[in-house]
C-alpha cells in the first residue's frame, strides 16, 4: 500500500489565472464606468483630452505617454470616435486595476463586503470619475503612484538586489507620468540603496544598488528619444512639459493647494496613524506608509511652486490610488480599517460639495442631467 501510494502521480494545483470575483468585479466595473463615460458624451459633453487636442496642447501638458496617447488618438479624424477611443481606454485599464485592487484588498484580510465597499467609494469619488470620464491624461501619475506602494513595501520589507530590481523596473513610471514625478526617481533610489545592508556599509554596494535602482528609467529616457525622433514626433515636444513646468519659478498659495490635497483626499490620516498605532497584527512598515501621503505633497506643493497646469484635485486622486494600493499591502486591525473606510467616505462627500476648490459644471450638468448635444461645441473651458 505504501508503494502504491507514493508512486502515484503528484497533481499542483495551480493557481487561476483570474478568480471568478475578481473577473466580475473588472466586468462589473468595466461596464459601469464605460456607461457613464457614454452617457456624459451624449450629453454634448466635451473630455478635457480633446481640448486639450484641438488646442495644440497634446505635447505641452502631462507626461510622454499621455501625450502619446493623445497623438495617437489625434490621428483619427472624427471627434465622436476620439472621445470613444478615449473612454473605452480609460475605462478598460480603470476596470482591470478595480478587480486586481480587489482581489489584493481580499488577500490582505479585507471581508467581501468590505472590499467591495471601498471600490464603490472610490469609484464614486467626483475627481475619480471626472478622472476616467473626462480627464485621463493624470492616469499614468495615478497608476504609477499604486504601483510604487507595493514596490516600497517590498524593499522595506526585504531589502534586497531583487526588491531594489522590482523597484527599479517601476521608476520608469514616474518618468512617463509626467515631469513633476520624475524627481521622485532621485529619492527612491537612494532609499532603495540604502536599504541594502550593504549599501549601508560599502560605498561600492551602494553604488551598485543605485544603479540599479536609476538604469531602467535612463533606458527608458533613451527609447523615448530615440522614438519620437525616428517617428517624426521631434525632440522639442518632448522636451516641452519639462521646459513649461521648470522654465520658470513661482510662487503660487502652497498652503491652498495643500488644504485642496487633504479636503478631497483626508485618508492620509489613516497611514499616518498606523505609524503609531499599538498592537498590529504584523510588523510595522513605516517608510512605505510615509511614501502614500508623502508622494502626493510634493505634488501639490510642487504644482504651485513650478509652471505647471497641473489641475487642483490631481494630488488628491494620486493620494487616493496610493492609498487604496497600501491598504492592499497591508493588515490593519478592525478598528483602523472601519477608520480607513470612514476617511474614504468622508473624500467623497467632500469630493462633490466643496465645489469652492475645484468644479466643472458642465461636466456636472452632463452626468446628471445632461447638455444639449452639440457636435459644433468646442468651448475651451479654464485651466488647461
Given at each position: 500500500m505504501t508503494l502504491l501510494a507514493s508512486s502515484a502521480p503528484v497533481v499542483s494545483a495551480r493557481k487561476p489565472l483570474m478568480r471568478l470575483a475578481t473577473a466580475i468585479v473588472w466586468i462589473v466595473s468595466l461596464a459601469a464606468l464605460l456607461l457613464v463615460a457614454s452617457h456624459v458624451i451624449e450629453a454634448g459633453f466635451v473630455r478635457r483630452d480633446i481640448e486639450a487636442l484641438r488646442a495644440g496642447e497634446a505635447w505641452r501638458n502631462g507626461?510622454?505617454?499621455?501625450?502619446?496617447?493623445?497623438?495617437?488618438?489625434?490621428?483619427?479624424?472624427?471627434l465622436d470616435w476620439q472621445q470613444s477611443i478615449l473612454s473605452l481606454t480609460a475605462a478598460v485599464v480603470a476596470g482591470l486595476a478595480f478587480g486586481l485592487l480587489y482581489d489584493r484588498l481580499r488577500a490582505s484580510g479585507w471581508t467581501i463586503v468590505g472590499s467591495v465597499a471601498m471600490l464603490v467609494l472610490l469609484a464614486s469619488h467626483a475627481n475619480v470619475l471626472y478622472a476616467i470620464t473626462a480627464a485621463s491624461r493624470g492616469?499614468?501619475?495615478?497608476?504609477?503612484?499604486?504601483?510604487?506602494?507595493?514596490?516600497?513595501?517590498?524593499?522595506?520589507?526585504?531589502?534586497?538586489?531583487?526588491?531594489?530590481?522590482?523597484?527599479?523596473?517601476?521608476m520608469p513610471l514616474l518618468l512617463l507620468a509626467g515631469p513633476l514625478t520624475t524627481p521622485l526617481i532621485v529619492p527612491l533610489a537612494l532609499g532603495a540603496a540604502l536599504a541594502d545592508p550593504d549599501g549601508r556599509r560599502d560605498p561600492r554596494?551602494?553604488?551598485?544598488?543605485?544603479?540599479?535602482?536609476?538604469?531602467?528609467?535612463?533606458?527608458?529616457?533613451?527609447?523615448?528619444?530615440?522614438?519620437?525622433?525616428q517617428s517624426g514626433i521631434g525632440i522639442?515636444?518632448?522636451?516641452?512639459?519639462?521646459?513649461?513646468?521648470?522654465?520658470?519659478?513661482?510662487?503660487?498659495?502652497?498652503?491652498?493647494?495643500?488644504?485642496?490635497?487633504?479636503?478631497?483626499a483626508p485618508v492620509a490620516v489613516v497611514p499616518l496613524l498606523y505609524c503609531i498605532w499599538p498592537n498590529l497584527p504584523e510588523r510595522r512598515y513605516v517608510w512605505s506608509a510615509l511614501a502614500v501621503v508623502a508622494m502626493p505633497v510634493w505634488l501639490a506643493?510642487?504644482?504651485?511652486?513650478?509652471?505647471?497646469?497641473?489641475?487642483?484635485?490631481?494630488?488628491?486622486?494620486?493620494?487616493?490610488?496610493?492609498?487604496?494600493?497600501w491598504l492592499c499591502v497591508v493588515r490593519l486591525p478592525f478598528l483602523l480599517r472601519a477608520i480607513a473606510m470612514l476617511?474614504?467616505?468622508?473624500?467623497?462627500?467632500?469630493s462633490w460639495t466643496q465645489t469652492g476648490f475645484w468644479d466643472d459644471p458642465l461636466w456636472k450638468a452632463a452626468l446628471f442631467s445632461g447638455l444639449p448635444t452639440d457636435p459644433g461645441y468646442l468651448g475651451l473651458r479654464p485651466g488647461l
Amino acid at each position: 500500500m505504501t508503494l502504491l501510494a507514493s508512486s502515484a502521480p503528484v497533481v499542483s494545483a495551480r493557481k487561476p489565472l483570474m478568480r471568478l470575483a475578481t473577473a466580475i468585479v473588472w466586468i462589473v466595473s468595466l461596464a459601469a464606468l464605460l456607461l457613464v463615460a457614454s452617457h456624459v458624451i451624449e450629453a454634448g459633453f466635451v473630455r478635457r483630452d480633446i481640448e486639450a487636442l484641438r488646442a495644440g496642447e497634446a505635447w505641452r501638458n502631462g507626461g510622454w505617454l499621455s501625450q502619446l496617447v493623445l497623438s495617437l488618438v489625434g490621428l483619427v479624424p472624427n471627434l465622436d470616435w476620439q472621445q470613444s477611443i478615449l473612454s473605452l481606454t480609460a475605462a478598460v485599464v480603470a476596470g482591470l486595476a478595480f478587480g486586481l485592487l480587489y482581489d489584493r484588498l481580499r488577500a490582505s484580510g479585507w471581508t467581501i463586503v468590505g472590499s467591495v465597499a471601498m471600490l464603490v467609494l472610490l469609484a464614486s469619488h467626483a475627481n475619480v470619475l471626472y478622472a476616467i470620464t473626462a480627464a485621463s491624461r493624470g492616469l499614468p501619475l495615478y497608476f504609477a503612484f499604486a504601483a510604487l506602494i507595493p514596490a516600497i513595501r517590498q524593499m522595506e520589507d526585504v531589502g534586497d538586489v531583487q526588491s531594489t530590481i522590482g523597484l527599479g523596473l517601476l521608476m520608469p513610471l514616474l518618468l512617463l507620468a509626467g515631469p513633476l514625478t520624475t524627481p521622485l526617481i532621485v529619492p527612491l533610489a537612494l532609499g532603495a540603496a540604502l536599504a541594502d545592508p550593504d549599501g549601508r556599509r560599502d560605498p561600492r554596494a551602494f553604488a551598485a544598488m543605485l544603479l540599479v535602482a536609476v538604469i531602467p528609467a535612463l533606458i527608458v529616457a533613451i527609447g523615448v528619444v530615440g522614438f519620437v525622433t525616428q517617428s517624426g514626433i521631434g525632440i522639442v515636444n518632448v522636451i516641452l512639459p519639462y521646459y513649461a513646468t521648470y522654465g520658470a519659478l513661482r510662487m503660487g498659495d502652497v498652503a491652498q493647494s495643500l488644504g485642496i490635497l487633504f479636503t478631497f483626499a483626508p485618508v492620509a490620516v489613516v497611514p499616518l496613524l498606523y505609524c503609531i498605532w499599538p498592537n498590529l497584527p504584523e510588523r510595522r512598515y513605516v517608510w512605505s506608509a510615509l511614501a502614500v501621503v508623502a508622494m502626493p505633497v510634493w505634488l501639490a506643493v510642487g504644482r504651485m511652486i513650478f509652471s505647471n497646469s497641473m489641475l487642483p484635485f490631481v494630488p488628491a486622486v494620486a493620494l487616493l490610488a496610493a492609498y487604496i494600493s497600501w491598504l492592499c499591502v497591508v493588515r490593519l486591525p478592525f478598528l483602523l480599517r472601519a477608520i480607513a473606510m470612514l476617511a474614504l467616505a468622508i473624500a467623497v462627500v467632500a469630493s462633490w460639495t466643496q465645489t469652492g476648490f475645484w468644479d466643472d459644471p458642465l461636466w456636472k450638468a452632463a452626468l446628471f442631467s445632461g447638455l444639449p448635444t452639440d457636435p459644433g461645441y468646442l468651448g475651451l473651458r479654464p485651466g488647461l
